[in-house]
Nanobody
Framework: QVQLVESGGGLVQAGGSLRLSCAAS????????MGWFRQASGEEREFVAAIRYTGGDTSYPDSVKGRFTISRDNAKNTVYLQMNSLKPEDTAVYYCAAQYGSLWPLEKSAIGYWGKGTLVTVSS
């Protein structure tokens, strides 16, 4: 079992930055591909970023590429999402996710563990 707890969300003006953290407990993250999804009010949960368990590969959708950076510290059992140049359309609840296996990048249907989410609000 893995428990994931997100932190770092909040209110920020457009153009600003936030760094989200995802702390894991219960089992080491070293064997999981990790990622972030987000869900805006009334929308489907969508993929935001992924990083392989080795930390060697990352993946982003076009909507955040060049603005968001995912990283991980397996020794600290923590995954990060650095978000720069934030836009109002980035407003959502951001969820940390852990996926075991070779499927790449992360897919909602294959996620083994979810965090409870942290709210990011970007004002215009």
């Amino acid at each position: 079992q893995v428990q994931l707890v997100e932190s770092g969300g909040g209110l920020v003006q457009a153009g600003g930055s936030l760094r989200l953290s995802c702390a894991a407990s219960g089992r080491g993250l070293g064997i999981y591909n990790m990622g972030w999804f987000r869900q805006a009010s009334g929308e489907e949960r969508e993929f935001v970023a992924a990083i392989r368990y080795t930390g060697g590969d990352t993946s982003y959708p076009d909507s955040v590429k060049g603005r968001f950076t995912i990283s991980r510290d397996n020794a600290k059992n923590t995954v990060y999402l650095q978000m720069n140049s934030l836009k109002p359309e980035d407003t959502a609840v951001y969820y940390c996710a852990a996926q075991y296996g070779s499927l790449w990048p992360l897919e909602k249907s294959a996620i083994g563990y979810w965090g409870k989410g942290t709210l990011v609000t970007v004002s215009s």
